[in-house]
């Protein structure tokens, strides 16, 4: 019989020409023939997946940080004074930090002048200072205005063009001002005239003597002391004659500051502060008693007597070379109680050695 072709369920060939299988193979045997085995990645595989994104993530912070303090460090000194009239404290803060960075990195202008003695920038910091400090804020604004005023005050000790800063920091020792400014001032003042001395310059302290005496004259003895200090940076009559006359002052350490100016100027009328100082200490030994101090006041008073005795015994030590003979006798004399056993290691130390500098 003669198949029906419609009925045919034979299998026809692919396009190929090829028969198909006339069974299903596995799934499993096509799987198995297809797929390579796996195996597990290696240690040095994973960390190389997070080492080299850490190492690329890394790189690219640096080079921001490199750029922005690069950037910091490139700003025009004109850009920083605007900004530090700015009525937003932060961008003020920014520029006062950035400034302070810029004179004390060395910079210098194109002319080779050190940023800190370029005439223009310090006129441009004294005209912004002078204009801050005339200002009457109203009570809500009292506090950032002050914080602005001691900034500025600040910076203008930085700067070493004495015709434009001092006046200035002659205004901010008035009575006038917040004590905080006034002592910025008084700081200022110290900063450039030692900075002037290392440069063997000299500063003319005429337009700063009426404000250094109403400081002088007044109660405050943090002032009164800082005042003391400033006087020290000049070398005129003037200035050595008013600090001969506060060796006689009733702070101990405005005596100190004025004696180790005085002694320092080759004025020998100091040294008589210094060896007060220490012949209480040796005539005296419950001053030197760690035990003695009980209450706040006793141990913020035993502080300031054994600072000043180790800074006078160390004065001593600094010129012993140049004392006369005389003189020599005479420290020799007041020290050697101080190096014995019945003194504490610290002080007894330190006169042993200023007694090795007299021997010599």
């Known amino acids: 019989m003669n198949s029906d072709p419609q009925n045919d369920i034979s299998p026809e060939p692919d396009s190929t020409g090829a028969a198909p299988l006339s069974e299903p193979v596995p799934a499993d045997s096509v799987l198995d023939a297809e797929l390579p085995p796996v195996e597990p990645p290696s240690g040095r595989f994973i960390a190389q997946l997070f080492l080299i994104p850490s190492l690329i993530v890394a790189g690219i912070v640096g080079l921001f940080l490199l750029f922005s303090w690069s950037g910091s460090q490139t700003q025009d000194w004109q850009t920083l004074v605007v900004n530090l009239g700015r009525d937003n404290p932060h961008r003020r803060g920014r520029a006062f930090h950035d400034l302070v960075q810029l004179l004390n990195s060395g910079k210098t202008t194109e002319a080779g002048i050190p940023l800190a003695q370029h005439p223009p920038l310090a006129t441009a910091l004294a005209e912004l200072t002078s204009r801050t400090l005339s200002l009457k804020p109203t009570p809500e604004q009292q506090a950032d205005h ?7 005050v600040r910076l203008l000790g930085l700067i070493d063009v004495s015709e434009s800063t001092l006046p200035v920091l002659a205004t901010a020792l008035s009575t006038d001002n917040d004590p905080a400014v006034r002592q910025a001032g008084l700081q200022a003042i110290a900063a450039a005239g030692k900075r002037a001395i290392d440069r063997k310059a000299a500063l003319d302290e005429t337009i700063l003597i009426d ?37 006689n002052d009733t702070d101990p350490i405005v005596r100190h ?14 040294l008589a502060v210094f060896r007060d100082t220490i012949r209480r200490a040796a005539e005296d030994r419950s001053l030197l008693d760690l035990t003695k101090p009980k209450t706040e006041a006793e ?12 800074l006078s015994l160390k004065a001593v030590g600094n010129i012993a070379d140049s004392l006369p003979d005389a003189q020599r006798t005479t420290f020799q004399a007041a020290i050697t109680p101080l190096a014995g056993n019945d003194t504490p290691a610290r002080i007894r130390i330190d006169a042993k050695r200023v007694l090795q500098k007299l021997a010599k």
């Open 257 to 270: 500051n004025a004696a180790s100016s005085l002694v320092r100027q080759n004025r020998l009328q100091g």
């Open 146 to 152: 002050l914080q602005q005023e001691v900034l500025l």
């Open 211 to 247: 404000g250094l005496e109403s400081v002088l004259a007044g109660q405050d003895a943090d002032l009164r002391r800082d005042a003391s200090v400033v006087l020290g940076v000049f070398s005129s009559e003037t200035a050595l004659d008013r600090l001969e006359s506060l060796i």
């Open 299 to 310: 141990v913020e008073a035993f502080e300031q007597r054994w600072l000043l005795l180790q």
